[in-house]
């Protein structure tokens, strides 16, 4: 069990550094959760089909445009741990580099949750700042 939950964050991440973002929402349960930090431009609890297109919108927003997986780790039947470095380019072109440590959950060999848990939120107000937005509100 623990390689093929290793196996579908790895696939996560392919999908999400290539902006599949429908392929992405295939290995979710439909109402997973994605629960963002207070301090997160995005805060706060989003489900399904809902926090499927809020991260996408908010990957748009930074420019992300690739990722790099360091570590994939499992802990039993349901916990997988990953780290890794989001990359991408600011609102003057600049690029930019910023590690992203997230817990999943998984049932069935679906994501049933996702908690980020590092995130440099200065860096993220930076970014978004440089691209002219002050505040991110997903249309979802």
């Not at 780290?83 to 580099?97: F, S």
């Not at 049932?107 to 440089?130: C, K, M």
């Amino acid at each position: 069990m623990s390689t093929d939950n290793r196996q579908l964050i790895s696939d996560l991440y392919k999908f999400a550094a290539t902006g599949d973002f429908v392929r992405l929402g295939e290995l979710m349960a439909p109402d997973y959760a994605l629960v963002q930090s207070p301090g997160h431009p995005m805060a706060g609890t989003w489900e399904g089909a809902a926090a499927t297109a809020a991260a996408g919108q908010f990957s748009q927003a930074l420019g992300i445009s690739g990722i790099t997986v360091h570590d994939i780790a499992t802990d039993g039947p349901h916990r997988v741990m990953s780290l890794v470095d989001l990359i991408g380019t600011d609102g003057a072109g600049r690029p930019w580099t910023m590690p992203l440590v997230e817990c999943f959950r998984i049932e069935n060999g679906r994501i049933t949750e996702v908690r980020p848990f590092y995130w440099d939120q200065h860096e993220l107000a930076a970014i978004l700042a440089s691209r002219g937005i002050t505040e991110f509100r997903p249309t979802v």
